[in-house]
């Protein structure tokens, strides 16, 4: 009986957690983009997106999970140069909590696969998450423009 309510409870509290994610130009819409805490929030939103790619496609295509590790490190490395100075902490410490906000998404966003894929038999074809991707790879390009 324990054993069913920690499993009810781990799957409805993961559910929960997916449904909190909105889509990412919604929260910008509402954010000012020259604000750190947008602009830090936004580089590890979209490194943990970016590892959710990784993740899933692992083992269909090595080499594009591959690309999508990259652009997931680097997203998490441009968040620690922009912080590093800011906070009077250690820069292990610092990426640590880069790294440990990153996975948060990954997890949110490894939940909303997981749903879209039961549901449509795709990972984020046909939700929001397409807008998300649109955003990050927009970001990605003006990164390698910085």
Request: hydrophobic share 40%; with cysteine; glycine share 6%.
């Given at each position: ?69 990259y652009l997931s490190t680097k997203f998490r490395a441009h968040a620690t140069r922009f912080v590093k100075g800011a906070e009077n902490i250690s820069q292990d ?54």
């Amino acid at each position: 009986m324990i054993r069913i309510f920690f499993i009810s409870f781990f799957l409805f509290s993961s559910n929960l957690h997916s449904a909190e994610l909105k889509p990412l130009m919604d929260v910008l819409e509402k954010r000012d983009m020259n604000d750190h805490t947008t602009i830090l929030y936004t580089l590890q939103r979209c490194a943990g997106l970016y590892a959710t790619g990784w993740d899933h496609l692992l083992d269909q295509n090595p080499e594009g999970a591959e690309g999508l590790k990259y652009l997931s490190t680097k997203f998490r490395a441009h968040a620690t140069r922009f912080v590093k100075g800011a906070e009077n902490i250690s820069q292990d410490k610092l990426f640590n909590d880069i790294h440990e906000g990153s996975l948060k998404f990954q997890t949110l966003y490894t939940d909303l696969f997981s749903k879209n894929w039961i549901e449509n038999g795709a990972y984020f074809e046909g939700t929001w998450i397409e807008g998300d991707l649109l955003v990050c790879n927009d970001i990605n390009n003006y990164l390698e423009d910085f």
